[in-house]
């Protein structure tokens, strides 16, 4: 059973629309990251989230913080091709635990 | 937050072989983890590497098959013993940076077995 379900797993749009990556899970958590992963690279941390309700905007990217803390979404505005690339969301209790990640493809 | 040098970033290996990964931190920290990724899917941890302990693993990972060394505070290593095609994979370790409860990655070790 995986502790957090992230969807979509694929997403393939054109540049300039808009998306959004959920993550839910039926646990509460202290905090939730998400990480954007680059081919032959590792993960990069983009934003914790920590409290409920919270919103933190990263340029076009905008994460939230369910009220129960116990989910997150990833908005993004005007996709950019330089979006592409795979979106995990991760809990840590102590060791980083992923969702099943999103690939994100923005054609030109 | 720390830097993590990881090598080699990619190597192709003879099923029964074993490979060995290290990955050195620029700076001192408690613990290291193991990570396995097929490509375009999710990252499954393998294993915690405390320094002067065994390390701890996962549920369906095994310390024969994947032996880890942790040395020092700056310095761990990975074995992939017994290589089968299955092994297949990219190998990433990471470590808990402690601003803003992130980790930082190494690159990846992409590891083909043939």
């Known amino acids: 059973t995986q502790l957090l379900e992230q969807s979509p797993q694929f997403l393939s749009i054109q540049e300039g629309e808009n998306l959004t990556v959920y993550c839910n899970s039926s646990?509460?958590?202290?905090?939730l990251q998400w990480y954007r992963q680059e081919p032959g690279e590792g993960p990069v941390l983009l934003v914790t989230?920590?409290?409920?309700?919270e919103v933190k905007k990263l340029k076009r990217l905008t994460f939230q913080f369910g009220d129960a803390r116990k989910d997150s979404s990833l908005h993004i505005t005007a996709a950019q091709p330089g979006d592409t690339g795979l979106y995990l969301c991760?809990?840590?209790?102590?060791?980083?635990?992923f969702g099943q990640g999103t690939i994100l493809t923005v054609h030109p | 937050s720390a830097v993590i040098s990881q090598k080699p970033s990619r190597d192709i290996c003879q099923r029964g072989t074993s490979l060995t990964i290290q990955c050195q931190v620029d700076?001192?920290?408690?613990?290291m983890f193991w990570y396995r990724q097929q490509p375009g899917q999710s990252l499954t941890l393998i294993a915690t590497?405390?320094?002067?302990?065994?390390?701890?693993?996962e549920s369906g990972f095994v310390i024969d098959k994947f032996p880890i060394s942790r040395p020092n505070l700056t310095f761990s290593t990975l074995t992939v013993s017994n290589l089968s095609p299955e092994d297949s994979s990219i190998y990433l370790c990471?470590?808990?940076?402690?601003?803003?409860?992130?980790?930082?990655f190494g690159s990846g070790t992409r590891l083909t077995v043939v």
């Open positions: 989230v920590v409290t409920g309700g």
């Open positions: 990471s470590v808990r940076t402690g601003q803003n409860y992130g980790y930082t």
């Open positions: 991760g809990t840590s209790y102590g060791k980083l635990t």
């Open positions: 646990s509460v958590f202290s905090s």
């Open positions: 700076s001192q920290v408690t613990m």
């Open positions: 590497a405390n320094q002067g302990s065994e390390a701890t693993y």
